[in-house]
């Protein structure tokens, strides 16, 4: 086998990111049991950690004393040395948050959007970054930003955005340019789920995020990683056909009819009530049988992709407009009794708040992500790839 230009960096950061990950999520470590489970020489274990140590990623915390020789100093992230943006960019506002390592929230600032153009909506995402950092950034190592729609992390681009009135959006460009940062972008749904990946409540890696509010959304994790499809376009969830009951179809801004946007989303509810003569905001009172119909949908659009995928854990999200007093329980009940007589128990369902702070909050966290997993796996001489580059 023939040695590769470029491995060796290649493996300096598959061993860092490993090393990063381990400490992340079994903090506070000792260099001995980092260099027991990875397999990696101790001294080559002191020499990354101290690496970490001095980027201001790692710092040392408490000492143990263990059963004869030297005490040892454990391991944890760093605190204060390192920082990610994060901003939910909508019609109306971009709303930045900065994380530390750990994703927690640090600082918050909203920046009303003068108008959709995306050159402008990137200088208010900037202005907002810039604001929530306190004028002069601290160490941040990236931007993530969530949009809205169908996004392509790979090629940086927007592909649709219904919400922006965006196709085709070389919005990862744009950003870089205003911020002088390294950007991310994602769709909202994907950047809730990586928000979730750096929460200590939700340990598992096979998990299903589903998004409702405006639109409906979902995001796929498998083995800790979120699946994003060919071209982004995985979790279309939105647009599979409900199965539905008598009464006209109902068409979707998509083009196609029946869909589970036009049946559960807060878009859908608000045509249908529209439909029936009614000008006015979703009462939850008023209109209960609109949304146990939206609940019951929902659920069952949920359980039929849960059963195919089968994860651990289902967190249910649902934005402000969608907090309609039962409507959440409601399809949390709906999708549990469709598995009332399955022969596989039910994945533990969660619903949440899903806010523009946790959706900021997650879109940093998907440039926290690119610390914690190397970009590339090694090299090897079955699969061609670009490695070295
Ligand atoms: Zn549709």
Not at 80 to 109: I, K, Y
Not at 217 to 240: L, P
Request: proline share 4%.
């Amino acid at each position: 086998m023939k040695p590769r230009a470029g491995s060796k960096a290649l493996i300096r950061e598959i061993n860092e990111a490993l090393i990063l990950d381990m400490v992340r999520t079994q903090s506070p470590i000792s260099r001995a049991r980092i260099a027991a489970q990875t397999g990696l020489s101790a001294a080559s274990v002191t020499g990354i950690t101290g690496r970490l140590i001095q980027a201001g990623l790692l710092v040392e915390a408490e000492t143990v004393h263990g059963t004869g020789g030297r005490p040892a100093r454990l391991l944890e992230l760093g605190r204060h040395g390192v920082f990610a943006a994060g901003v939910r960019l909508s019609p109306t506002a971009a709303h930045a948050v900065v994380v530390d390592l750990r994703g927690g929230v640090v600082a918050t600032h909203s920046e009303p959007l003068e108008s959709g153009e995306p050159a402008e909506a990137a200088e208010a995402v900037a202005r907002a970054v810039r604001a929530a950092a306190g004028g002069k950034l601290p160490k941040i190592i990236g931007v993530g930003v969530a949009v809205s729609g169908v996004v392509d992390q790979g090629s940086g681009f927007v592909r649709h955005s219904g919400a922006m009135g965006w196709a085709g959006v070389g919005l990862q460009r744009l950003l870089e340019e205003a911020l002088d940062e390294a950007v991310v972008i994602d769709s909202y749904v994907n950047s809730y789920a990586c928000g979730l990946l750096f929460d200590d409540a939700y340990k598992c890696r096979e998990m299903l995020i589903f998004s409702v509010g405006t639109s409906l959304g979902a995001a796929v994790v498998v083995d800790g990683r979120i699946q994003r499809g060919f071209d982004g376009s995985a979790g279309g969830f939105a647009h599979s056909r409900a199965i539905t009951g008598p009464g006209p179809a109902r068409a979707c801004h998509c083009g196609a009819e029946d869909c589970f946007e036009t049946r559960a989303s807060l878009w859908g509810m608000q045509r249908e009530l529209e439909r029936s003569g009614g000008i006015r905001e979703i009462d939850a009172d008023a209109d209960a049988h609109l949304i146990a119909d939206a609940a019951s949908h929902l659920g069952i659009g949920m359980a039929n992709v849960a059963k195919v995928l089968g994860p651990e854990q289902v967190v249910v999200g649902f934005a402000p407009e969608a907090d309609l007093g039962t409507f959440a329980g409601q399809a949390r009940q709906a999708f549990l009794r469709q598995y009332d007589h399955a022969n596989t128990p039910p994945p533990l369902v969660d619903t949440a708040a899903a806010d523009h702070v946790e959706l900021a909050r997650g879109a940093a966290c998907s440039v926290l992500a690119g610390l914690f997993t190397a970009r590339e796996s090694l090299p090897n001489e079955s699969r061609p790839s670009s490695a070295s580059a």
